[in-house]
């Protein structure tokens, strides 16, 4: 405070024109004062202002931050749901591709007993008729003539003929 009460004080003394002017002109206290008080409030009137507004700037950055952390936190929540979702979503999946799987193995198992069933069937089938068409042949080439008689029966003994030749 003293050292802006010697800045601003003046000196009532007779000044000559061509004299430079002192770095610190000397003011008497009394006439300065109230100019001290008006600068005071000034600075504390615009101190309030900015308070003011930094109060307001950092009031709407508050509630900006806020609801970001909200939309964030409700982001989070659905996310969790999503994926909670997918889950369950990819456990089904696995379980119906296992599933599928383990039919197509029991299928593929059971087609491969069935074909080899039905090639030993084929086999049997092929053994018997070939040797009924023996029986056939050994019928016809010792029958007396009853069996020419028979049109049919006569065909196929000379299929079985030519089988065999």
């Avoid at 994926?83 to 599928?100: D, N, Q, S, T, V």
């Avoid at 007993?113 to 089938?125: C, F, Q, S, T």
């Avoid at 003539?145 to 065999?164: E, F, I, Q, W």
Wanted: a positive charge; aromatic letters at 4%.
């Amino acid at each position: 405070m003293q050292e802006t009460q010697t800045k601003l004080s003046l000196s009532v003394t007779p000044v000559n024109a061509n004299a430079p002017l002192p770095q610190n002109p000397a003011i008497p206290l009394g006439l300065i004062a109230p100019y001290h008080q008006q600068a005071k409030d000034i600075n504390h009137m615009l101190q309030n202002q900015m308070t003011r507004e930094l109060y307001g700037q950092l009031r709407s950055l508050e509630e900006r931050a806020i609801f970001c952390v909200r939309v964030k936190d409700k982001v989070i929540e659905d996310m969790k749901k999503q994926c909670g979702e997918m889950e369950i979503r990819r456990r089904k999946a696995l379980a119906e591709a296992e599933f599928w799987r383990k039919m197509t193995n029991e299928k593929t198992d059971l087609c491969r007993d069935l074909a080899g069933r039905l090639i030993e069937m084929k086999k049997r089938e092929r053994a018997t008729r070939r040797l009924g068409e023996r029986e056939m042949a050994e019928k016809a080439e010792s029958s007396t003539g009853d069996n020419g008689d028979d049109v049919v029966d006569t065909a196929r003994t000379r299929l079985c003929k030519r089988r065999r030749l």
